[in-house]
């Protein structure tokens, strides 16, 4: 038998190397008083205070100034002089605890059969235990919005907090809106090879604009069925039908997935008609119709920025000037990361490409805090460091929307201290180790 030494350096690292992201487990509740002192937290509504502090209580935010004083005793400090303090970063738009591997079935539990699914709740099917999680709390992402993804009407959708045993306790707005996919408008394959495609693909039996504007009938039908159900007493519970109350009370917006003009142009449809809060999801094109959108009070979620433009005659930068264009006009908006590669990580980094095309950095802040939890219906508890709202916070060495200075070092939700770690981080102490890499 051979004789294996380790050193006791050696060993440390390779018990620090086998730690396995199972041994992450959500933070107690916060007990006792903390502060954060001496950073430059930027609020998320704009301002900026230079050297300030903040005094955590019970998971609320106490006290945000300058001059507030640190009691002697039991009390934790965290000094932050020289870092930034941000408000826990919101990712607007996901499938996040409802799809782990795209290519394993097992693991994906986002969609439901058939084209009408308004009772359907996302939130019943999150999985808190998924790996994605830990990496995005790691970029500073401390709330996400979880929904389905369907044909046609997917269902309803819950915001979560990323730090959390089960659905449960991660559920932080519960079922705070329902998910239209709208069909494609074009009379033809859209996209930049549509024109191409459509030379060698078979005639389709049917006008697929009309197609499409029916299915989209579909909608309306139900909704018209739904109000009648609503305004009257009935007899029996339709669940389907009850599932579109909150969507009339106004405790629900309606999330319309698109890019094209002529599909946002139908979002206005359904506020006339039925007089919905809606929300844009995807919105490529959105900069084209942004006064259409503020006059009828739509916001807009901005799926992907680092990408082409949607038509050949846009500017090839217009994904990144599209935030400044809906500013300007005043909508409200927010900035997603929907890459499947990325799974949400660069979502500050989205923002802070908005801020070099016209954003200031602030409004970018805002974009992937406050604003999103407007549209999300959650900024009385989170989005910005405010007395009052959710201890949501994050301590970043650097400018948190610059890649190479973004390294956040503290996060805290709802007052609790988290666990930076996750997977990305064990595997790349694993082979740094591995192959002696110092």
Request: charged residues 20%; glycine residues 8%; hydrophobic residues 40%.
């Amino acid at each position: 038998m051979k004789k294996i030494i380790i050193s006791l350096s050696a060993l440390l690292l390779l018990v620090g190397a086998t730690k396995a992201q199972e041994t992450v487990y959500p933070a107690k509740s916060q007990k006792g008083l903390i502060f954060l002192k001496n950073g430059t937290v930027h609020v998320g509504n704009g301002t900026v205070i230079e050297n300030a502090t903040i005094k955590l209580n019970n998971g609320k935010i106490e006290e945000v100034g300058n001059n507030i004083a640190i009691p002697q005793g039991d009390v934790q400090v965290f000094d932050a002089t020289g870092k930034h303090i941000y408000p826990g970063l919101i990712l607007p738009a996901s499938t996040l605890g409802l799809q782990e591997i795209s290519g394993v079935r097992a693991t994906t539990d986002f969609n439901e059969i058939g084209d009408m699914n308004p009772s359907i709740r996302s939130i019943a099917a999150y999985n808190a235990d998924s790996k994605i999680t830990n990496t995005l709390r790691s970029n500073g992402i401390l709330l996400a919005h979880t929904a389905p993804v369907g044909s046609l009407l997917a269902g309803q959708s819950s915001v979560v907090q990323l730090d959390a045993w089960h659905w449960e306790d991660a559920a932080y707005k519960m079922d705070n809106g329902m998910h239209i996919y709208l069909p494609s408008l074009l009379g033809r394959p859209g996209g930049r090879l549509g024109a191409l495609f459509a030379q060698f693909m078979p005639q389709a039996p049917t006008d697929p604009l009309k197609a499409a504007l029916d299915r989209i009938e579909i909608v309306k039908d139900y909704f018209r069925q739904a109000k009648v159900y609503i305004e009257n007493t009935p007899k029996e519970t339709n669940l389907k039908m009850e599932a579109a109350r909150s969507l009339f009370q106004k405790k629900q917006k309606l999330f319309l997935h698109g890019n094209q003009v002529k599909q946002m142009l139908l979002a206005i449809d359904f506020v006339k008609e039925f007089g919905f809060d809606v929300v844009i999801v995807g919105g490529s094109e959105s900069w084209q119709i942004a006064d259409l959108l503020k006059q009828h009070n739509i916001s807009v979620i901005l799926s992907q920025m680092h990408n082409l433009p949607t038509s050949d005659d846009d500017d090839v930068d217009m994904p990144y000037k599209a935030p400044s264009v809906l500013q300007k006009a005043g909508v409200l908006f927010c900035i997603n990361d929907d890459d499947p590669q990325n799974r949400g990580r660069n979502l500050a980094f989205n923002a802070g490409t908005a801020a070099t095309y016209g954003l200031t950095k602030e409004e970018a802040l805002s974009a992937i805090t406050l604003n999103a939890a407007k549209i999300l219906g959650a900024d009385l508890t989170t989005g910005s460091i405010e007395k009052g709202k959710d201890a949501n916070i994050i301590i970043s060495a650097g400018d948190i929307l610059d890649m190479h200075t973004s390294i956040v070092e503290h996060a805290f939700i709802q007052g609790r201290k988290i666990v930076l770690d996750d997977k990305h981080k064990q595997l790349y102490e694993r082979y740094k180790y591995k192959y002696s890499i110092k």
